[in-house]
Each structure stands twice: as C-alpha cells, then as structure tokens.
C-alpha cells in the first residue's frame, strides 16, 4: 500500500495521476490467488447475509409441505426432512451466489472509470465523487429484485407439485396441482434465462449503487425479454391444470366456465398492469441515464 501511495504522490506532482487507485493497486496485487476479490468482497458477504436467510427460510416450508401432503404424520421425519432442504437450498444459494460475484470480478467490468463518471480522476474524487443524485440506487430496489427471482425460480422449479389447492381428506392433506406438468416445462429455460438477467443487472446494481448506460440498456434489453415471457405464461391456458379447476370450482361453489370466465378476466386485467409497469419503468430508465 505504500507503493501505491507513493506512486500517486509522484504522478501528481508530475501533474500525470495515471489511473485510478484501484486500477493501480491491482498492478502490485499480481496475479489473482482468491475466488472473490476484495473489489466486491464486501457486497458479496452482505448479500450473502440477505439472501441466504430468506433461501433457508423457503426450504424449511417446501420440506413442511412435503411432509403435510406425505400422509405419514410421522414427527420424527420432519426434522430430518427440514435440514435436508435447508442444507440443499442453503449450498445451491451459496454457489450460484459465488459463482455470479467471481464473474463480475473477474471480469472488471464494473470498475473500468473512476467513479463510473466516464472522466479522468482526480484526487477531490476520492472525498467527494461527482456522481448525480438522480443516478443513485439503493440497496433495497436490487435486493428485493434478486431475491425475488431466486424464490421464482425455486418455486416453479423445485416446489412447483405443492402450489395448488389443499383439501383435507382421511389419510391427510391432498393438493390439486397448480400447473400442468409438461406444460409449464417447456417455459423453465425461458422463465431461467429472464430470472438470470434480472440477477445480473440488479447485482451490478447492487455493487455500483448508480445507473450507467451499459447497465440501463442492459436492464431494458431484460425487461423487454422478462415482459414478453410474463405475458405468454399467463396468458396460456394450457398451464392450468384440470384437476385444479375442478377442486377449485367444487370448494368455491360454481361452476367450471364460471370460474375460468372469473380466470381470464383476471388474467386480462393482470397483463394490462404488466404492460403500465413496463412502460413506467422504461421511461424511467431512460430519464436516469440521460
């Protein structure tokens, strides 16, 4: 660290500062010898704090749903049924959390100007960086936005047989599955892809706390993307299954057209707000990278 410093003072009395301290620093760190580097360690470490507890949290209610729709009733099961989950959804978390801040890392992608401006640094920067307070983002809006898609997925992927309609029976808790099976896989890889993207901007996001152009094109290219699939997935008919239909209509009390009448009206008004936030969203966006 010394070296760096002193490097600094020379440049600047040469009135030469070169590149940015983190750029300088990387050339006396050598070779990389870490899985995450100190430039996003800290972002790393607080997210893992955020989203892990929340992944945890999900397993313990899919392997409490698998025990309540098993019939058994067995209470000596559930404990072991509970860690095993945890511990599977609390590795799988970890190591694509890992693996996408060891990319961003590796990459430098986010770091390439000192501080993001798209100018030359100067040493006022360090105490008082010129960025424009229309550009900054909070931790929340990113985190709520990666979470979010991490508990999509999983859902849809994972748990998807324990989304539906409960009824109480003799042996125990029966569900009407939600989706049909084969229908909703064909949508997965889409429904993975988008959530991906989502990941990706809101983690740059998340470290950079600011808008750039890259990142702002990035999140509309995804939105557009993310918007389209949204639509067709609720819009296809197919992905109800019959027994929900029929389970849902006898315990509501009408009929099986009366309710996918009540289902599509629903779904009408629901793409129409998807269609109003996207837009919102959009305009948005591009005011903060003017």
């Known amino acids: ?48 704090k955020i989203a892990l507890p929340v992944v945890l949290a999900l397993a313990l209610v899919g392997a409490f749903l698998e025990w309540l729709t098993q019939g058994s009733g067995d209470m000596v099961q559930l404990p072991t049924q509970m860690l095993v989950s945890m511990l599977t959804g609390g590795v799988s978390a970890f190591t694509w959390i890992t693996i996408a801040f060891a990319i961003l890392d590796r990459t430098k992608i986010l770091r390439l100007q000192w501080p993001y401006t798209g100018k030359e640094w100067t040493f006022t920067d360090l105490d008082h960086p010129d960025e424009k307070p229309e550009k900054r983002v909070g931790y929340a809006e990113p985190i709520f936005t990666i979470l979010f898609n991490i508990v999509g997925v999983i859902l849809l992927t994972r748990y998807a047989h324990y989304l539906g309609w409960y009824t109480k029976g003799a042996d125990g808790y029966t569900v009407a599955q939600l989706f049909e099976g084969q229908a909703l896989a064909r949508y997965i890889p889409f429904i993975a892809l988008s959530a991906l993207g989502n990941i990706l901007v809101a983690i740059g996001l998340f470290i950079k706390q600011r808008f750039s152009r ?41 009929t099986i057209s009366e309710l996918s009448h009540y289902i599509r009206m629903g779904v009408t008004g629901f793409s129409a707000l998807i269609v109003i936030v996207f837009i919102v969203e959009l305009v948005q966006t591009l005011r903060k990278i003017k």
Do not use: H
């Open 214 to 254: 890259w990142l702002a094109c990035l999140e509309i290219l995804n939105n557009v993307f993310s918007t389209g699939i949204t639509l067709v997935f609720v819009n296809d008919a197919r992905l109800l299954a019959n027994g929900f239909l029929e389970t849902a209509a006898r315990e509501i009390g009408i």
């Open 1 to 48: 660290m010394k070296q760096v410093v002193c490097e600094l003072c020379n440049r600047n009395e040469a009135g030469n500062l070169g590149p940015c301290p983190v750029a300088l620093s990387d050339q006396y760190r050598g070779d990389a010898r870490y899985l995450i580097g100190p430039a996003v360690y800290e972002m790393y470490f607080r997210f893992l």
